[in-house]
C-alpha cells in the first residue's frame, strides 16, 4: 500500500512538473510573440514616420520652391554672384560668417535652372534632418520632429517677398540651411565623444574656428553641444556645471575677441554675426527672424529632452502609442500649414519677377502676357515694364487702354516700402535710354546691397551702347568668371569695339535711337522713376526720331494734360503721313478737342470714335444724374469703355507711385 502510494505521488509531482513547464514555454512563446508583436510595430512606425513622411515632405517642399516659386529662385540668383577668384573669397571671409556667405553664395548660383537649385536644397535640408535624429537619438512615431528644423528653412527662403531685393546677407537663401547642417554636425561628432578632456578640445575648436566661418551658428551649436553632453551624465553635478561654464565662456568670449580683429563688425552684432537682420529705413522687422530662432530653440529643446523617452515598448494597441501617433500627425499637419501659410504669394510680386526676366530677354509678347486676366490690379512697375514692351512690339497706339491701367501700391505684407529704385529702376531707366540714370543706380545699389549679376549685365549693355568699351570690358571679365554667365558675357564681348553692330542688335536698336538725341547730363529724379520719365518726355519735343516722337506722345496722354498733347499730336501726324492713325491717339484727341473747344478738321473714325464716344458720354451723364459716384460710375462703365482713353482720363485717379 505504501509503495502504491509512492508511485502514485510520484506520477503526481512529474505531471505538475510537466504543467509547470508546459506552462513556461507558453508563457515564454506569448513573450516572444509580444516582443515580435513590439518589434514589428516600431520597424512599421519607424519606416512611416522616418522614411515616408520625410519623404512627402521634400516634395511638398520641391513643389513650393520649384513649381510655386521658380520665378522668385531665379530672380535671387540674378541677384547674387559667385566669383571663381581669390579677391572675391578674400572680400566674403573679411568679417566673421564670411565663408559661410561664401558657400551660400557659391549654392544660390544653381538657382539658374530652379529645379536643380532646388533638389541640392532638399538634399542639405535630408541631411540636417537625418543628423538630428542620429545626434539626438530619435526613435519612433516622434521622428517627425527633426522635419521641424528643415521646414524652418524652407519657410525662410520663400517668405522673403520683396526684402529679397534689400536683403544685405550675401547667399542668404542657401547661407542659412549650409550653417545649420555644419552646426548640426558638429553636435552629432560631439555626442560620440566620450573622453572629457577630447570634448573640451573639440568644443574650443568648433566655437573660435566655426564662429570665423560661421559665425552665430557655431555659438548656438556649443550651446546645443553642452545640454547634450550633460544628458549623458545625469547624476553628476560637478560635470555638469562644468561644461555649461566652459561653454558659456566660449559664447561670451570669443566674439569680443574676434571684435578686436575683424574691423568690419559692431560690438552689438558681434553675438549675432552672420545672422540675417530684415532692416529697412522703416527700421528692423523681427519677425522675419523666427524661422532662425525656432531652429535654435529646437536643437537645444531636442537636447534637453535625449534618453527622456523609452521607444522600445510600443504596441500596436497601447494608449502610448496612439498618443504619440496622434502628436506625429499634429506636428506634421501644422508644419506643412506653416509652410504653406509663410509663402509669400502676391500675384504683383511674381507677375513683376517674371515681366523683368521677359523684358532682360526680350521676350516683348511674353511680358504682355504677364499682365492680361490678372486677379488684382497691376503695380506702376508693371505698367512701367509692359510699356516698354508694347513699344518694342510696335503696337502700343492701339492696345494701351486693352489693358488694366488701374494700380495699386506693392502688397508687402509688413513694414517694408517698396521702392522702384531698388527693385527695378536701372533696367526701366536703359530700356527708356536714359544709360546715365541705368549705370547711376546699378552702382548705387550695389554699393548699398552688394553688386550681383543683374548689376552687372546692365552695366555691360549700358557701356556698349555708350561706347565705353573700357568699362565694358572691365564688368565682362567680371561675368565671364561665374558659372553660368560665362557665355552671356563672351557674347557681348564681341560686340567691344563695334558700333554698327551694337545698333544693329535687336536687344539695342530703340535703346541707341533714344539715346542718341539724349544729351549726357544727370539730373535729378528725386528718387521717383515714373514722375521724372512722365516729365521728361512729356516736355520733349523731338522731330529727328519717330520711335522717341511716339514714345513722347505716349507720356504726354498718360500726364492727361492737353497742352502737351497736341504738339506732340501734329508731330505724329507729320511723321506718318498716309498712315492711319491708332486709335488711342484719336481717343484722345477727340476728347481734347471737345474739352478745350477746339474744332479740328482730323478724319475720326465715325463708328469706333464720334459715336462710341457720344454713347460713352450719354452713359456716364445719366448715371451721375441718377446720383452715382464717380467712382461708381467708373466701375459700371468700365466693363463697355475700360479700353478707350476717356475712361482712362477721367476714371483713374489718384495714383501713388513709389
Given at each position: ?332 499637419i501644422v508644419l506643412c500649414s506653416c509652410v504653406w501659410k509663410s509663402n509669400f504669394d502676391d500675384y504683383n510680386y511674381h507677375c513683376e519677377l517674371r515681366i523683368h526676366r521677359a523684358i532682360d530677354e526680350c521676350r516683348w509678347k511674353d511680358a504682355i502676357e504677364e499682365t492680361t486676366d490678372a486677379p488684382c490690379h497691376p503695380t506702376r512697375e508693371i505698367l512701367l515694364l509692359r510699356n516698354i514692351a508694347l513699344m518694342n512690339e510696335g503696337n502700343i497706339g492701339n492696345t494701351l487702354f486693352h489693358y488694366d491701367n488701374t494700380t495699386i501700391l506693392p502688397q508687402t505684407g509688413d513694414s517694408l516700402a517698396v521702392h522702384m529704385l531698388q527693385t527695378n529702376a536701372p533696367l526701366t531707366y536703359m530700356n527708356y535710354g536714359r544709360i546715365n540714370f541705368a549705370i547711376r543706380w546699378c552702382i548705387e545699389n550695389g ?212
Amino acid at each position: 500500500m505504501n509503495s502504491q502510494k509512492k508511485w502514485n505521488s510520484n506520477v503526481d509531482k512529474t505531471i505538475i512538473n510537466k504543467k509547470k513547464a508546459s506552462t513556461k514555454k507558453i508563457q515564454q512563446s506569448n513573450g516572444i510573440k509580444k516582443e515580435q508583436t513590439s518589434t514589428k510595430c516600431n520597424k512599421s512606425y519607424t519606416l512611416i514616420t522616418c522614411f515616408i513622411l520625410p519623404f512627402l515632405f521634400a516634395l511638398y517642399a520641391f513643389y513650393m520652391m520649384a513649381i510655386k516659386n521658380s520665378d522668385v529662385l531665379y530672380t535671387v540668383q540674378e541677384h547674387s554672384i559667385f566669383l571663381f577668384s581669390i579677391d572675391f573669397f578674400k572680400s566674403m571671409t573679411a568679417a566673421p560668417g564670411g565663408f559661410l556667405s561664401w558657400l551660400g553664395c557659391f549654392f544660390v548660383q544653381f538657382f539658374n535652372t530652379p529645379w536643380v537649385g532646388t533638389l541640392i536644397m532638399i538634399l542639405i535640408w535630408a541631411l540636417i534632418y537625418f543628423i538630428t535624429i542620429k545626434t539626438f537619438n530619435i526613435k519612433g512615431p516622434l521622428c517627425v520632429t527633426a522635419l521641424i528644423i528643415p521646414a524652418s528653412l524652407l519657410c525662410s527662403v520663400i517668405f522673403t517677398g520683396y526684402w529679397l531685393f534689400y536683403l544685405k546677407v550675401p547667399g542668404y537663401y542657401c547661407a542659412e540651411s549650409i550653417g545649420t547642417l555644419f552646426m548640426m554636425l558638429a553636435v552629432f561628432i560631439a555626442s560620440r565623444i566620450r573622453n572629457k578632456w577630447i570634448w573640451i578640445v573639440w568644443d574650443v575648436l568648433w566655437t573660435i574656428i566655426g564662429y570665423i566661418a560661421f559665425g552665430w551658428y557655431a555659438l548656438i551649436g556649443s550651446l546645443v553641444m553642452a545640454i547634450h553632453k550633460s544628458k549623458d551624465m545625469p547624476f553628476n553635478k560637478s560635470a555638469y556645471i562644468q561644461r555649461i561654464i566652459i561653454s558659456a565662456a566660449l559664447i561670451a568670449f570669443t566674439p569680443l575677441v574676434a571684435y578686436h580683429f575683424y574691423t568690419q563688425i559692431r560690438l552689438d552684432e558681434a553675438w549675432i554675426a552672420a545672422m540675417p537682420v530684415f532692416e529697412s529705413e522703416e527700421g528692423v522687422n523681427g519677425d522675419k527672424s523666427t524661422p532662425f530662432i525656432i531652429i535654435a530653440i529646437t536643437a537645444a529643446l531636442l537636447a534637453l529632452l535625449k534618453n527622456n523617452i523609452d521607444w522600445t515598448d510600443l504596441e500596436r494597441k497601447s494608449i502610448k502609442t496612439k498618443l504619440l501617433i496622434f502628436i506625429n500627425v499634429i506636428i506634421y499637419i501644422v508644419l506643412c500649414s506653416c509652410v504653406w501659410k509663410s509663402n509669400f504669394d502676391d500675384y504683383n510680386y511674381h507677375c513683376e519677377l517674371r515681366i523683368h526676366r521677359a523684358i532682360d530677354e526680350c521676350r516683348w509678347k511674353d511680358a504682355i502676357e504677364e499682365t492680361t486676366d490678372a486677379p488684382c490690379h497691376p503695380t506702376r512697375e508693371i505698367l512701367l515694364l509692359r510699356n516698354i514692351a508694347l513699344m518694342n512690339e510696335g503696337n502700343i497706339g492701339n492696345t494701351l487702354f486693352h489693358y488694366d491701367n488701374t494700380t495699386i501700391l506693392p502688397q508687402t505684407g509688413d513694414s517694408l516700402a517698396v521702392h522702384m529704385l531698388q527693385t527695378n529702376a536701372p533696367l526701366t531707366y536703359m530700356n527708356y535710354g536714359r544709360i546715365n540714370f541705368a549705370i547711376r543706380w546699378c552702382i548705387e545699389n550695389g554699393v548699398e546691397y552688394g553688386f550681383c549679376i543683374n548689376d552687372y549685365k546692365t552695366l555691360i549693355r549700358c557701356s556698349l551702347i555708350a561706347h565705353e568699351y573700357e568699362a565694358a570690358q572691365k564688368y565682362i571679365n567680371i561675368l565671364k568668371q561665374t558659372l553660368f554667365y560665362k557665355d552671356w558675357a563672351e557674347h557681348y564681348e564681341t560686340m567691344i569695339g563695334d558700333s554698327v553692330k551694337i545698333a544693329n542688335a535687336p536687344e539695342f536698336k530703340n535703346i541707341c535711337e533714344l539715346y542718341k538725341h539724349f544729351t549726357d547730363v544727370i539730373d535729378g529724379d528725386d528718387g521717383l522713376i515714373e514722375p521724372y520719365l512722365m516729365g521728361w518726355f512729356g516736355n520733349t519735343q523731338n522731330k529727328k526720331s519717330k520711335y522717341l516722337q511716339e514714345l513722347t506722345l505716349i507720356f504726354a496722354m498718360l500726364s492727361k494734360e492737353s497742352k502737351l498733347f497736341w504738339p506732340k499730336f501734329a508731330l505724329y501726324d507729320y511723321f506718318h503721313k498716309n498712315e492711319e492713325t491708332p486709335i488711342h491717339y484719336q481717343e484722345a484727341a477727340y476728347l481734347y478737342s471737345i474739352l478745350d473747344n477746339i474744332k479740328i478738321s482730323y478724319p475720326f473714325d465715325q463708328n469706333k470714335i464720334i459715336n462710341r464716344y457720344e454713347s460713352f458720354a450719354q452713359i456716364t451723364r445719366s448715371m451721375l444724374d441718377q446720383g452715382m459716384t464717380e467712382a461708381q460710375v467708373g466701375e459700371a462703365t468700365k466693363e463697355l469703355y475700360g479700353d478707350t482713353f476717356w475712361w482712362f482720363y477721367f476714371f483713374v485717379t489718384n495714383i501713388d507711385t513709389y
